[in-house]
């Protein structure tokens, strides 16, 4: 069956700090793979996705993740973190081509001025 | 529309009452999701309409849910007899096809006291 597992469930950094946070999925065949992010009181914005090609994939606010096959992981990073930043992070992996999405828990990022 | 819209954005209601809750997409957009969100979790697939039939209904919790799409417009998730465990933001999604144009309504926040 399909999963999520985002292993880190709270991340403190501090600001202008790098991040990454852990993905890693279960699926049998080539994934549709996606990092949602969750402020509070505010709905799912796509920060970015992986469908095929470049393994390294670039998204909105100075986010990118890496697609790695061998490890069946998606981390997301960014460089230097803003206190803006800080929200619910969800990784999510599309089941089949339906549309389907499964989420993992997602990870509380709190950053520290 | 703009976007996903659903009605209303917050409803709280009595153990034991039906709840119907309701999603318009995109105008166009063929596949329509529901996703359910309980505290501090990850999204949970519910079902998933293309057209106006259900090819995946697995993740509904039990026969006190149901989902209707007429068309390829408005949906409803109704809850008969909801219990205090139905406490939850129901999210729906909408595409043109599988992940294509993929975009999240606001949710419905349901509280059941």
């Known amino acids: 069956a399909q999963s999520v597992t985002q292993p880190d469930i709270h991340i403190t950094v501090s600001e202008g700090a790098s991040l990454e946070l852990r993905c890693n999925y279960s699926y049998g065949a080539t994934p549709y793979l996606f990092w949602y992010v969750q402020s509070p009181g505010q709905g799912l914005q796509l920060l970015l996705k992986y469908f095929s090609g470049d393994t390294l994939v670039q998204g909105i606010k100075g986010f990118e993740a890496e697609f790695k096959r061998s490890q069946s992981s998606f981390n997301l990073r960014k460089p230097s973190v803003h206190w803006s930043d800080a929200a619910e992070y969800f990784c999510a992996v599309g089941a089949g081509n339906t549309g389907k999405l499964i989420f993992g828990q997602g990870t509380t990022l709190q950053v520290k001025p | ?113």
Request: neutral net charge; charged residues 20%; proline residues 4%.
């Open chain 2, 1 to 113: 529309g703009a976007g996903v819209s659903q009605s209303p954005s917050n409803k709280v209601t009595e153990k034991g009452k039906d709840v119907e809750l309701r999603c318009d997409p995109i105008s166009g957009h063929t596949a329509l999701y529901w996703y359910r969100q309980r505290l501090g979790q990850g999204l949970e697939f519910l079902i998933y309409f293309q057209g106006n039939s259900a090819p995946d209904k697995s993740g509904l919790p039990s026969d006190r849910f149901s989902a209707e799409r007429t068309g390829e417009s408005v949906s409803t998730l109704t809850i008969q007899r909801t219990q205090q465990e139905d406490s939850a933001v129901y999210l729906c999604a909408s595409s043109f096809q599988g992940f294509r144009g993929y975009t999240f309504g606001s949710g419905t926040r349901l509280t059941v006291v």
